[in-house]
């Protein structure tokens, strides 16, 4: 029987897990990226649960898990270093079956990439969807493949997944009516930088105004920064000069953490949110994943683990490639879809609302009641992350051979 075909438009974290999930199940499967390396550079990725539940049903949650750094306890801070709260790692992985974990995003691209056959990624490899496909055919005739063309050709697909970004080449095809991202008023930077001495991992809110600092398994450090600023400005000498203006008389590590930095390193992105959701997450053969489909504030550590969901369903739906593909199962994916990631949205546009407060009378009160929800107990602060780090993959989930270590497990 002819084995169905499906071709990955973008080789982030998304599309390389849609690539193994369809895979697994028996698909060819080609990956197109644009960039000349698959490679992401000075950023971490925080794996909730949610995401590693995903991963297991391809087996390789243990494998991350092991090469991850586990979240223990920590907390939210003010610029001064007060605690606010304090958050209880074993707490949290009680109340949603697993550890929140830390890795590189390219430790995981690296695991993502090793579990496709050699040559199923092409990097420098522009790609655009020629015809997106057709889900009925006429007068008995088969329904229309989608076609993707390159520099080299074109390509003929079953499927096609399209995890192209927040600025979606795809989306826009396929939903050409729809306004597309917002900007969120806000830009973000990123860094890496070696090992130092320990501190307590922490994110620290101030006047419109976040930075979190957080460790990595080799002892590197992982520390993000937000602040209010025009969309597409840069800082007049080096990002890493603007750092130190916005976040240099901090609370210890954040001033350290600036300092060891490597010049040209750190990394500097302004946040683009999809407050409109798209009709669907498809037309035709083809699907949108990831930021592309539902592109979000990074305040809940979320856009990563949504994307790894998205691929993890809709290969579910997809089934076997080695059973002919009905693309009207895709409506199936949509709607699984669509709300969940809908209201993971929503809610990360309402923590980033919440961590923006720059009037220092709302910072006031805003500091206060997040202390006071902390001597309620972790309860009350956990459950902003309840019906999102809970979630479960359908089907049945790899088990993982790591006791107690993951809720992969199903009965």
Same mark, same amino acid.
């Given at each position: 029987m002819q084995q169905s075909r499906a071709v990955v438009i973008g080789g982030g974290i998304g599309g390389l897990t849609a690539a193994v999930a369809l895979h697994q199940r028996g698909w060819a499967v080609t990956v197109l990226e644009r960039a000349s390396s698959?490679?992401?550079?000075?950023?971490?990725?925080?794996?909730?649960?949610?995401?590693?539940?995903? @991963?297991?049903?391809?087996?390789?949650?243990?494998?991350?898990?092991?090469?991850?750094?586990?979240?223990?306890?920590?907390?939210?801070r003010t610029p001064r270093g007060r605690w606010l709260n304090r958050l209880s790692g074993e707490a949290a992985a009680a109340r949603f079956g697993g550890p929140l974990v830390l890795v590189h995003r390219a430790t995981l691209v690296d695991l993502l990439t090793a579990a496709?056959?050699?040559?199923?990624?092409?990097?420098?490899?522009?790609?655009?969807?020629?015809?997106?496909?057709?889900?009925?055919?006429?007068?008995?005739?088969?329904?229309?493949?989608?076609?993707?063309?390159t520099d080299d050709g074109e390509l003929a697909a079953d499927l096609v997944v399209a995890g192209d970004g927040i600025h979606s080449a795809a989306r826009a095809q396929l939903f050409p009516g729809h306004p597309g991202p917002r900007y969120a008023g806000y830009t973000t930077w990123r860094v890496i930088v070696p090992a130092g001495p320990d501190f307590a991992p922490h994110e620290t809110w101030g006047?419109?105004?976040?930075?979190?600092?957080q460790p990595l398994k080799d002892g590197r450090v992982y520390a993000?920064?937000?602040?209010?600023?025009?969309?597409?400005?840069?800082?007049?000498?080096?990002? +890493?000069?603007?750092?130190?203006r916005l976040f240099g008389d901090w609370h210890d590590p954040v001033p350290r953490v600036i300092e060891a930095a490597e010049a040209g390193q750190v990394l500097r992105h302004d946040v683009y949110e999809m407050n409109e959701p798209l009709p669907a997450f498809h037309r035709g053969r083809t699907a949108l994943l990831g930021d592309?489909?539902?592109?979000?504030?990074?305040? @809940?550590? +979320?856009?990563g683990?949504?994307?790894?969901?998205?691929?993890?369903?809709?290969?579910?739906?997809?089934?076997?490639g080695t059973d002919p593909f009905d693309p009207a199962v895709l409506a199936a994916y949509s709607a699984d879809r669509l709300p969940r990631t809908t209201m993971v949205v929503r809610r990360a546009a309402s923590a980033g609302r919440l961590a923006s407060f720059s009037a220092p009378a709302a910072v006031a009160v805003r500091d206060n009641l997040m202390a006071a929800a902390s001597r309620f107990g972790p309860g009350l602060v956990l459950r902003t992350m309840e019906g999102i780090a809970d979630w479960r993959p359908p089907g049945h989930p790899y088990a993982s051979r790591t006791p107690g270590r993951t809720s992969g497990r199903t009965s």
């Amino acid at each position: 029987m002819q084995q169905s075909r499906a071709v990955v438009i973008g080789g982030g974290i998304g599309g390389l897990t849609a690539a193994v999930a369809l895979h697994q199940r028996g698909w060819a499967v080609t990956v197109l990226e644009r960039a000349s390396s698959t490679a992401p550079v000075g950023a971490g990725l925080g794996l909730a649960p949610n995401s590693q539940r995903a @991963l297991d049903t391809l087996g390789l949650g243990d494998r991350v898990r092991a090469l991850a750094a586990w979240q223990g306890d920590g907390g939210l801070r003010t610029p001064r270093g007060r605690w606010l709260n304090r958050l209880s790692g074993e707490a949290a992985a009680a109340r949603f079956g697993g550890p929140l974990v830390l890795v590189h995003r390219a430790t995981l691209v690296d695991l993502l990439t090793a579990a496709l056959p050699a040559g199923a990624v092409r990097t420098g490899a522009a790609a655009r969807i020629e015809d997106p496909g057709g889900a009925v055919g006429t007068a008995g005739a088969p329904a229309r493949t989608a076609v993707v063309r390159t520099d080299d050709g074109e390509l003929a697909a079953d499927l096609v997944v399209a995890g192209d970004g927040i600025h979606s080449a795809a989306r826009a095809q396929l939903f050409p009516g729809h306004p597309g991202p917002r900007y969120a008023g806000y830009t973000t930077w990123r860094v890496i930088v070696p090992a130092g001495p320990d501190f307590a991992p922490h994110e620290t809110w101030g006047r419109g105004r976040l930075w979190g600092t957080q460790p990595l398994k080799d002892g590197r450090v992982y520390a993000y920064a937000a602040a209010a600023a025009p969309a597409g400005a840069h800082a007049p000498d080096s990002e +890493q000069a603007e750092l130190r203006r916005l976040f240099g008389d901090w609370h210890d590590p954040v001033p350290r953490v600036i300092e060891a930095a490597e010049a040209g390193q750190v990394l500097r992105h302004d946040v683009y949110e999809m407050n409109e959701p798209l009709p669907a997450f498809h037309r035709g053969r083809t699907a949108l994943l990831g930021d592309a489909a539902h592109a979000m504030q990074p305040t @809940l550590a +979320q856009g990563g683990n949504q994307s790894i969901e998205d691929a993890v369903v809709l290969a579910h739906h997809a089934g076997s490639g080695t059973d002919p593909f009905d693309p009207a199962v895709l409506a199936a994916y949509s709607a699984d879809r669509l709300p969940r990631t809908t209201m993971v949205v929503r809610r990360a546009a309402s923590a980033g609302r919440l961590a923006s407060f720059s009037a220092p009378a709302a910072v006031a009160v805003r500091d206060n009641l997040m202390a006071a929800a902390s001597r309620f107990g972790p309860g009350l602060v956990l459950r902003t992350m309840e019906g999102i780090a809970d979630w479960r993959p359908p089907g049945h989930p790899y088990a993982s051979r790591t006791p107690g270590r993951t809720s992969g497990r199903t009965s």
